[in-house]
């Protein structure tokens, strides 16, 4: 998990509430319920992880700290495969994008009630969910203003996920997926902030600094990595095939965001843009590509593949990095992307 590397577990302790400290409290609800991880990057600073559970425990919810993939799963099987209880209606998924991507999982996969409206906090690095869901302002201040907020002026959105099919990965649910240069990247910047514990290599400045050295190697011709040799096809937007240079997918909205590299092409609730090696005027194209302002010349036969499409599939991908969780793939089975279930958020 991005927001997991560190994958030891910690006991739930128990944690009083202080209500007056809280704010007001809303009459205790038995349908809510949160993950909290504890190491998740800005969760894991001074109390913020006891004051987080106990703000949801003032709630009357139940709260499971998790720290890796197994602890999530075990949580949600406790949450919500209890016929005995009433289903929980709220879950809090307090975490980085890792946490989330592992839990809407086996909500979309295993989950035997309808799932829970989530609340997603960013308290994660990146938080692309909460950012695009409009969450991802200060966490305990969120999660407050939602848990004292009347049901009638919450507002619920959804999101569909990004099913992702592979022999070697099953089934995966997640929301942002990245592919060739642009997984490397996120690998190379996860390796490199595993190898610097300072302050100065974690966050939205470590990841910015870390991607600004990954650039600077590749601009000088330095320990290149090797592009992969894909063939991509999207439905009704047609396919490429070659070294691949750029590869994203997604089915967030990312509404009024200055960065929107997806072309304004076709339909459907995917996402996709595929940039080839020997795409042309590749350099020049650059601030077009990352702005979705594709030209009419930024076509697949010109090596740009970028728009709206109901399915995609990936052959001869060998790795790929879901939501910052990183996946290797057997490069001879082919990657297929569809819709899975639509998720609903709250927010204020």
Request: proline fraction near 6%; aromatic fraction near 6%; hydrophobic fraction near 40%.
């Amino acid at each position: 998990m991005e927001d997991a590397v560190l994958t030891a577990s910690r006991p739930t302790g128990t944690v009083a509430s202080d209500t007056q400290a809280q704010g007001r409290v809303l009459p205790a609800s038995p349908t809510l319920a949160a993950l909290i991880n504890p190491l998740s990057f800005r969760m894991s600073r001074g109390t913020r992880a006891q004051r987080s559970e106990a703000l949801v425990r003032a709630h009357g919810g139940e709260v499971h700290e998790v720290t890796d993939l197994h602890g999530i799963e075990s949580a949600l099987a406790r949450i919500l495969s209890r016929p005995e209880r009433q289903p929980v209606d709220r879950l809090v998924i307090a975490g980085g994008d890792g946490t989330v991507q592992g839990a809407v999982t086996w909500l979309a996969e295993k989950c035997p009630v309808p799932p829970p409206e989530l609340i997603v906090l960013s308290a994660g690095r990146s938080n692309y969910i909460a950012g695009d869901i409009s969450t991802s302002r200060h966490f305990q201040a969120t999660l407050e203003r939602i848990l004292t907020t009347h049901q009638e002026n919450l507002h619920s959105v959804q999101r569909v996920t990004l099913k992702l099919q592979h022999p070697s990965l099953d089934v995966q649910h997640g929301f942002f997926m990245a592919g060739a240069l642009v997984d490397q990247i996120i690998r190379d910047v996860h390796r490199w902030s595993e190898n610097n514990p300072g302050r100065s290599s974690k966050g939205h400045f470590g990841s910015a600094l870390g991607v600004g050295r990954f650039g600077l190697r590749y601009l000088r011709k330095r320990n290149q990595p090797a592009l992969p040799e894909v063939a991509v096809e999207a439905d009704g937007l047609g396919r490429v095939r070659g070294r691949c240079r750029f590869l994203i997918a997604t089915t967030l909205h990312l509404e009024g965001r200055p960065i929107c590299p997806y072309a304004r092409r076709g339909e459907g609730p995917l996402r996709i843009s595929a940039v080839l090696a020997a795409a042309t005027r590749w350099p020049w194209r650059i601030p077009r590509l990352l702005t979705g302002r594709y030209s009419n010349a930024m076509t697949a036969k010109n090596g740009y593949l970028s728009g709206h499409c109901e399915t995609i599939l990936i052959k001869n991908l060998d790795s790929i990095t879901l939501d910052g969780q990183e996946f290797d793939l057997d490069p001879s089975q082919p990657l297929r992307l569809s819709a899975g279930p639509a998720m609903s958020f709250l927010r204020t």
